[in-house]
């Protein structure tokens, strides 16, 4: 039985990866990934053969991976973060539907909900929801309904892809949707390039994100009726009396 | 400044840590937990000084740890999961607050909804939510509301300590209120003890949920609209058209 894997990296350093996930890619001959992340681990495995294709070519980049595991070859695909969470575990669970010699093992990694989480403080010590704000393959109505449950439950709500080129006044929109049912100053927080060259963050109240600029690169995180601002830090109160 | 870690261990076994917990626990004097999750680590840190203490003594614990690291010693909380959901990453910051000669580090581990997503496929491709069933600090009101707002909207969702003794039913309830707004054969999963000795998970629909007995280490997945099993494993489309 051929063996495909599909690895979560975390954010992207090395010391981010699971030991588990680290392990996996030094054994493997074959690694499939988006240009960005291939970037950030191809020095550390520049022994190996890489599928490279940019966004959007997911489907094209995935069928190789599975061609090569098929040859023989121990591959993995790698996603950012987690390979689950909007990876491309799923994808490849249905391009490998018809197939009986090959067998996918999924490995997590921490998806930027958590690692940004990390960089903040601890938003997400209470319920949380995460949603992207990417309208490509979701309707903008759907990612609205979702933002104004969450928001209306008081959930934290951490948001993926909050903007882009073609989508700069997303953010923009969704914290006015969660704003009908949170307070103008419920704290928020955002971390830029997690764990990579870059790295920036910082805590706002939920009207100053509204006029924020992120981009796809960043995480957005707004917080529940408890949450606080702890030396600089983003904090989300479990419920220990303290 | 003395530094105090907070360390999300993953499921439990070294090689589900990051390569940075890992680092971090082994040059560290001091380890502090929950005893059954020190037993987990205990074997492998045999030389560290320990701070075990049971279930609802979290307080004391973070306190103990604390104070060792105000004394010098490099000291770390460990936390299953990642250290910030629903983990002692907020617990330490509050009480952390009025201290200046201390710094913490929160360092992510991969939560239960990302390790139990990889064991099962690739269950939260797609937005969702993470509800704690536990009302040991949460009113019962509140959870349901949130169960509510979550199946309105169509997010898969994770539900973190689904049954404990004293809670039996708890997951049968989530499971009816969560019905109102899903299909019965919406596709779920479970896994109980992920990552552990007698790891074990499972498929089922909605409806047989509801009358799973699930323990304090199960980690329950209801789907979406789109959730679907695939070769005995639960994957939620992300959307790609394939």
Redesign the interface.
């Known amino acids: 039985m051929n063996k495909l894997y599909v690895v979560?990296l975390?954010p992207g350093d090395?010391?981010?990866?699971?030991?588990?996930a680290?392990?996996i890619l030094d054994k493997c001959e074959v690694i499939a990934g988006y240009s960005v992340y291939i970037d950030l681990i191809k020095e550390r495995y520049g022994n190996k053969e890489f599928i490279v294709t940019g966004m959007r070519q997911?489907?094209e980049r995935c069928k190789r991976a599975i061609e090569k595991a098929e040859e023989g070859y121990k591959t993995a695909v790698v996603c950012s973060g987690?390979?689950?969470?909007?990876?491309m575990?799923?994808?490849i669970?249905?391009?490998?539907?018809e197939r009986e010699n090959i067998e996918?093992e999924?490995?997590?990694?921490?998806?930027a909900a958590?690692?940004g989480?990390?960089?903040l403080?601890?938003?997400?010590?209470?319920?949380?929801?995460?949603?992207?704000l990417s309208d490509?393959?979701?309707t903008w109505e759907?990612?609205e309904?979702?933002l104004?449950?969450?928001a209306?439950?008081?959930?934290v709500i951490c948001l993926y892809n909050p903007s882009s080129r073609k989508r700069k006044d997303y953010l923009k929109k969704a914290c006015e949707i969660v704003m009908e049912y949170k307070d103008w100053d419920t704290v928020c927080g955002y971390v830029k390039n997690i764990g990579r060259k870059g790295e920036e963050c910082g805590i706002l109240s939920l009207n100053e994100m509204k006029d924020f600029e992120a981009d796809m690169f960043t995480t957005v995180f707004i917080g529940n009726k408890e949450t606080k601002k702890?030396?600089n830090?983003m904090?989300?109160?479990?419920?220990?009396k303290?």
Chains 1, 2 share one sequence.
Request: with cysteine.
């Open positions: 979560g975390g090395h010391k981010k990866m699971t030991v588990e680290a392990g997911e489907e987690d390979s689950g969470v909007y990876g575990a799923g994808l669970m249905e391009l490998c539907q996918v999924v490995v997590a990694g921490v998806t958590l690692s989480g990390a960089v403080g601890a938003p997400l010590g209470h319920d949380f929801s995460v949603i992207s490509l393959m979701t759907k990612i309904n979702r104004k449950c969450a209306m439950c008081d959930m702890i030396k830090q904090v989300t109160p479990r419920g220990y303290i």
